[in-house]
């Protein structure tokens, strides 16, 4: 961001520039919601070290103390802003990304509407998750249907939905390692840690709240081991194995080749039918029909029976989150930022000590500050660090 000027009018410095800020926008959002609790109620709190191209030789000099969440956030919306203003242009002009791997107008829309979410700024989140849906169809990317999602997939940034992913390739370090890399830990379908530890299950409790109509109910292996979702040598793989109930099969293997040691499946990162949970949370908490955003979204995609009987459409949402984006890695964010604590009573977890109710206040929710980052920093002490708790 340093080396290009902000008002520059080349439409190739306009995309780059616009890369930098998304990513460092993105970066904050994350780490903001790591090291303090949600904004709405915490502005004045310490968060992070905010380290931009205007401060970074004085930080490296003198270090750099925690910033407030309001100070982060506000860097944070400042820049994807900007990123978008620059997007336009860039794009209008004709620079477009080469792949998924880049930010593109819908996914710096989509980084808005994720940030004002969790500001609780809901009538500026609608909008941006609308923008988003806008530009993702412009870039040919839609929902997947019922007919996309009814077998195990989420493996490639080729599939319609993604909108922003981790390309990975054969001939990359993570894959060539073997076992260390993502599919590993979370496939059921292709080798790895997967098959040792006995794969990763879905809660108990929320996997019975999704319906038998609902195609995702086919995502994890039932109380009776089977998935309506599985073809015949796919569920006698699972069989052979020994899953257990309540085991994910929503993610396919690299190439749809099972049992597959090529762990090379892409990482989502955004997909677009998280903009449509958004888009009908933030309409339902500003005062507008969010209730027929998600009714629409989830019978045409998902469960064509699908009724809503929760009067609480917030809540509603979250769960139809929990389930559409399970194992996406944005779960924690909706529990911070709703105040929701984590409860793993009624999961179904075999040993007591993964059986725990942690209040939303918990300091336990909050990373520790790396004693590297205190050490190094000359701004920051023992004092600054966050509060400790005990185990749960």
């Not at 909008?127 to 530009?135: D, H, L, Q």
């Not at 396919?252 to 677009?272: G, K």
């Amino acid at each position: 961001a340093k080396e290009i000027d902000a008002a520059t009018s080349d439409a190739k410095e306009q995309y780059f520039l616009s890369q930098g800020l998304g990513a460092r926008a993105f970066s904050y959002w994350v780490l903001a919601q790591l090291f303090q609790f949600n904004y709405k109620g915490n502005e004045s709190k310490p968060c992070v070290p905010l380290i931009t191209d205007k401060n970074m030789e004085a930080a490296a000099d003198n270090g750099c103390p925690r910033s407030t969440v309001q100070d982060v956030y506000t860097q944070i919306t400042t820049d994807l802003t900007t990123a978008v203003d620059l997007l336009k242009k860039a794009e209008s002009a004709g620079e477009e990304r080469k792949d998924k791997r880049y930010i593109s107008l819908a996914v710096a829309y989509g980084l808005q509407a994720r940030v004002y979410l969790s500001m609780h700024e809901y009538a500026q989140a609608a909008i941006a998750a609308g923008n988003a849906i806008e530009a993702a169809a412009n870039e040919g990317i839609s929902p997947a249907g019922m007919t996309d999602v009814n077998k195990p997939t989420f493996w490639t940034v080729s599939e319609k939905n993604w909108m922003w992913g981790i390309i990975v390739n054969e001939t990359d370090e993570i894959v060539s390692s073997g076992i260390v890399n993502w599919p590993s830990h979370m496939g059921s379908l292709n080798f790895g840690y997967a098959n040792f530890s006995g794969g990763l299950q879905i809660n108990k409790d929320l996997y019975e709240q999704i319906p038998n109509t609902d195609v995702r109910k086919g995502w994890w292996l039932g109380g009776d081991l089977r998935s309506a979702n599985l073809s015949a040598s796919q569920q006698a793989m699972v069989t052979a194995y020994g899953y257990k109930a309540y085991t994910q099969v929503k993610f396919a293997p690299y190439n749809n080749v099972l049992e597959t040691s090529i762990n090379a499946n892409d990482i989502p990162l955004m997909r677009v039918e998280e903009m449509y949970l958004i888009k009908a949370e933030a309409e339902a908490m500003s005062g507008q029909d969010g209730k027929k955003t998600l009714t629409d979204f989830v019978t045409t995609y998902r469960n064509e029976k699908y009724v809503v009987n929760n009067s609480d459409i917030q809540e509603e949402v979250f769960l139809q989150r929990r389930i559409e984006l399970w194992g996406e890695g944005l779960n924690w964010f909706d529990l911070m930022r709703l105040n929701k604590g984590v409860d793993r009573r009624k999961g179904g977890f075999p040993n007591d000590n993964m059986i725990f109710n942690i209040a939303p206040t918990d300091p336990i929710l909050l990373w520790p500050i790396p004693q590297a980052e205190i050490q190094a920093n000359q701004a920051l002490s023992a004092a600054d660090q966050n509060p400790t708790s005990t185990t749960p």
